[in-house]
């Protein structure tokens, strides 16, 4: 009998990643299969809900809503702050896609990570919503290999060896 996928389970899949437009925004195809533990939060809940009781060979197909996904967008992670408050010498770093470290607009004495998306008029518009935040994710999953993991990997909460990691 094959091993299904549940938890504590090392797991090995393929995916392929698309929004509502069929835009590919992630893909393993002609990489390594991502390997996982199964039941560690590793993957986003919707993904790790559609591959529980699967088997190595199983493809299926899942939409994943953004709050099963990486989260909906929280409008006070969006800021805006005048360029002056950065230092002059990265000032003419600063343009869309560039990060940078900030407080937390939420979470007082946190830090948070920014991407930004525009500078105009002496203005930075920049987000700390992770990318994919909002967006609902159209998941084609094919599963690999499932194998039980070893307990220094459940130890570790992460899987060893290839695909997994080194140490
Ligand atoms: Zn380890």
Not at 38 to 47: I, N, Q, R, W
Not at 151 to 166: C, D, M, R, V, Y
């Amino acid at each position: 009998m094959s091993t299904i996928i549940e938890q504590d389970r090392a797991v090995r899949i393929h995916y392929h990643l698309t929004d509502a437009d069929q835009q590919v925004i992630d893909s393993s195809e002609g990489r390594e299969p991502l390997s996982y533990l199964h039941g560690h939060g590793t993957l986003v809940p919707g993904v790790e809900a559609a591959l529980a009781g699967l088997k190595a060979g199983d493809e299926v197909d899942a939409v994943v809503a953004p709050e099963d996904g990486y989260g909906v967008r929280d409008p006070e992670l969006d800021i805006r702050v005048p360029i002056d408050v950065f230092e002059e010498s990265v000032r003419d770093k600063l343009g869309a896609g560039a990060t940078f470290e900030g407080p937390h607009p939420t979470h007082d004495g946190q830090s948070a990570r920014f991407s930004i998306i525009e500078v105009a008029d002496g203005q930075v518009m920049a987000t700390a919503n992770h990318p994919l935040a909002g967006v609902t994710l159209h998941f084609k999953l094919q599963v690999v290999d499932v194998r039980e993991a070893t307990a220094e990997e459940l130890a570790h909460g992460h899987i060893h060896g290839p695909g997994g990691h080194h140490h």
